[in-house]
C-alpha cells in the first residue's frame, strides 16, 4: 500500500525509479523491517521494488512488504549508466549526505531529482499498523515513567537515566534517543544532554522515548523534588494550562503555524521564555513532518501522531516541559496513559 | 590544539572559516564535550571559533576548549551575506544534507567550499587525551564482555542484548550503535539486527561498543553454544589466525589495503565467504578513517585507532567474527583484554 502510493507518485511526476540508500529511514518505512541490515532500496515506477547489495547477505531480508533481494554483480554507478534503472533518477536528497550526491551527479548520466518532500509528506499519514506499532511503543513508554517516578529512589541524573534505559529494555523497547534528566537549573536548559549531576532540588525535567518495531516515541514530564514554591507552582500550571489549552483547540486541517501562534499569545507576557518549537511529528524518526513551529507550512492531518510539547525556561533558575505524544482523530487522542499533574517528590 | 590545527589548513587553503551545524560529529570533536546541546560552530581562520544559536540556551557549553556562545538575532544567511565571516566559507559536506547544502548554495552569496577531508583527516591520528578517553571505554567494554560471557545464562539474542547494554550502562557506557547478537545460522549474516530469536546451538557473534565521554569502541566475539564440530574448530581458527597475522604484520605508514590483500591471501579458497572490510578506524565516531578495505586509499598512521576484523560467512550455516579495536604505536596494542580464544558453553 504504502509502495503503490509511492508508485503512484513517481508515475505522476515521471520518475522512473527511486534508490534509497542504506541507513535511509524511508527504508524502514516501506519495508516496515526496523532491522533490516546493509542493503539500498530500489523502487521503480512499474515494477516490484528491490534491494541491491554487493556482498552483504540477504537473510535478514524478511519484510511485511515482501521485497526480495538482488546481489549486484558490479557498481551501482554501471547499472545506472546502462540504464537499467531509467532515464531520471529520485533521490531522496534529505536523506543523502551532499558529498555522495556530488559523486552521483558527476558519474550518473541520468536525470536525477529529489523525491525527499514527497517521502516526508508520504509518512505524515499513519495507517492502522503503524498507528497499533507507537500506540504499544507509548504503552512500553508510560509503564517505563510508571516505574522510574513511582519509585523515584535516586541520587543524580545519570541514575535516572540508567534506570529509564535499562527498564524501558527490559519491556521491549529500543534506544531512541539520549534521554534529558535535568535537575535543578539544568532544567533551564532545554537540550540539557549531560545528566552529569547530582539530583539537585527544583524542578527535573525528563524526557525520553524508545524505538520499538522500528517507531519511536517521545515523552517529556517535569516533577519536583523538595517542597515548590508559589512561583513555581503557578509557572507549571501555566505550562500545564498552555498544554491542555493546545491539545483542546487542535483540529484535522489546521494550520500547524496558527496552533504555535495561539500558544504564544497565550503565554503572554513570559512567550520570551518558551524558546522551542510547540511540537513535531513522530514515527519512523523521532522527529518527522509535520513541524508544529512558527516558520511551519504543514497542516495538520487526521491520522498523523505528532508532540505538543510547550515550556517556559527562565535562565539560570528553572525550566518546565510537558510533553505528549497524541494522535489526531476529530480531536487529539493522547498516546501515553501517564498523568500530567505536578509529582511533587 | 585540534582548532589551531584546524585554523592553519584554512588559512593555507585560504577559507575564511568553517561552519559546523548542530548534530555534525566534528563539533564534539574540537569542544571535547560530548553533551553539546542544539548549537552550530564557527571556526573563523584567524579569531576564536564560537558557537552560534538562535534562541536555546547555551547553559550547557562547557567544553575544554573553552568556545564561547553567541546568540544570532537573526538568520544565517543575512549574516554569512553581510560578509560577517568572509568571502570564502567551508562546510563539511560529508555531514551535511544535500537538501540543506542545495538551499545554501541558492542564498549565500559567498563561495562554499568543501572541508570534510580536512575534518577527517585530522581525526585519524588521536592525541593522548583521545587514546586515553578510548582507553578507559575499552575498559567498560572489556568488562562488560567479561560479565555477561563468563556468566552466560540467557534463552534469546534479546536477553544477551538487553544484559550488555544494562551492564555497560551501569558502568558508565552510552548507547554507541545496536548490539549485535547473531546465534546460530543467524551468525552467517554479518549484520544481523534483529536479536530476535532463541539462542541457537552452534557459533553466536555478539558485536558491541559503547560510547564514553564521547569517544566509541568496537568489539566482536564469537562463542560457540554446543559442542563443536572439526568444521566449526578449524573455521574458528582460521579466523583467529587471518586476526592475528593482521595484527602482526601492520606497521606505521603501509598501505590499509594492503593489510586486507594479505588477509584475502591468506584465506585462500576461503576469500569468497570474507565478505565485508577487515577493518575501520574508530573515535568521534564508530566508522572513520582509516578504512581497512580493498579500495581504499589510506595509510595506517601511528596514534590512530582502527579496529581489526576479519570474518568468514558461510551461507545458511555459520559465520565467525573476531574484531578487536588497537591502537598503532610502532606495531599495534590491543585496547581491550578479552580473550580471542574460543569460548565453549
Redesign the interface.
Known amino acids: 500500500m504504502r509502495i503503490k502510493k509511492f508508485q503512484e507518485i513517481l508515475n505522476k511526476e515521471k520518475i522512473d525509479a527511486a534508490i534509497l540508500f542504506r541507513g535511509n529511514p524511508n527504508i524502514n518505512y516501506f519495508s516496515q523491517n526496523p532491522?533490516?541490515?546493509?542493503s539500498s532500496l530500489v523502487i521503480p515506477k512499474d515494477k516490484d521494488p528491490f534491494f541491491i547489495s554487493k556482498?552483504?547477505?540477504f537473510?535478514?531480508l524478511?519484510n511485511e512488504a515482501k521485497i526480495k533481494g538482488i546481489n549486484l554483480d558490479g557498481k551501482l554507478g554501471d547499472f545506472i549508466n546502462k540504464g537499467f534503472y531509467g532515464k531520471t533518477i529520485g533521490?531522496d536528497?534529505?536523506?543523502?549526505?551532499?558529498?555522495?550526491?556530488?559523486k552521483f551527479k558527476k558519474e550518473w548520466k541520468v536525470r536525477i531529482v529529489?523525491v525527499?518532500k514527497i517521502l516526508s509528506e508520504l509518512r505524515v499519514v499513519k495507517s492502522g499498523d503503524e498507528i497499533d506499532k507507537i500506540s504499544k511503543n507509548c504503552k512500553i513508554l508510560s509503564e517505563t515513567f510508571r516505574e522510574v517516578l513511582d519509585n523515584f529512589d535516586f541520587k543524580t541524573e545519570r541514575e535516572v537515566e540508567?534506570a529509564l534505559?535499562?527498564i524501558s529494555?527490559?519491556k521491549g523497547g529500543?534506544?531512541c534517543f539520549?534521554p534529558i534528566v535535568a535537575s535543578g537549573?539544568?532544567s533551564?536548559?532545554?537540550?540539557?544532554?549531560?545528566?552529569?549531576s547530582k539530583l539537585k532540588k527544583g524542578f527535573c525535567i525528563i524526557d525520553f522515548g524508545v524505538k520499538y518495531e522500528g517507531y519511536c516515541s517521545d515523552m517529556t514530564r517535569t516533577i519536583f523534588i523538595g517542597k515548590p514554591k508559589k512561583e513555581h507552582l503557578e509557572a507549571y500550571n501555566k505550562v500545564l494550562e498552555a498544554h491542555n489549552l493546545a491539545a483542546e483547540i487542535t483540529k484535522p486541517e489546521m494550520k500547524a503555524e496558527a496552533l504555535h501562534k495561539r500558544i504564544l499569545e497565550y503565554f503572554g507576557k513570559s512567550k520570551d521564555y518558551f524558546?522551542?518549537n510547540l511540537g513535531h511529528g513522530v514515527g519512523i524518526e523521532i522527529h518527522e513532518l509535520p513541524s508544529l513551529a512558527l516558520e511551519s507550512k504543514d497542516i495538520l492531518k487526521k491520522n498523523s501522531c505528532f508532540t505538543i510539547e510547550p515550556g517556559l525556561?527562565f535562565?539560570?533558575k528553572f525550566g518546565i516541559r510537558i510533553e505528549e505524544l497524541y494522535l489526531l482523530k476529530n480531536k487529539v487522542i493522547p498516546l501515553t496513559d501517564y498523568s500530567k499533574e505536578l509529582k511533587i517528590l
Open positions: 532491522d533490516i541490515g546493509s556482498k552483504l547477505r537473510e535478514n524478511d533521490l536528497k534529505l536523506n543523502l549526505s551532499s558529498l555522495i550526491f556530488d529529489d525527499s540508567v534505559s535499562n529494555k527490559e529500543d534506544f539520549k537549573v539544568n533551564a536548559t532545554p537540550h540539557y544532554m549531560a545528566n552529569s524558546i522551542h525556561y535562565p539560570k
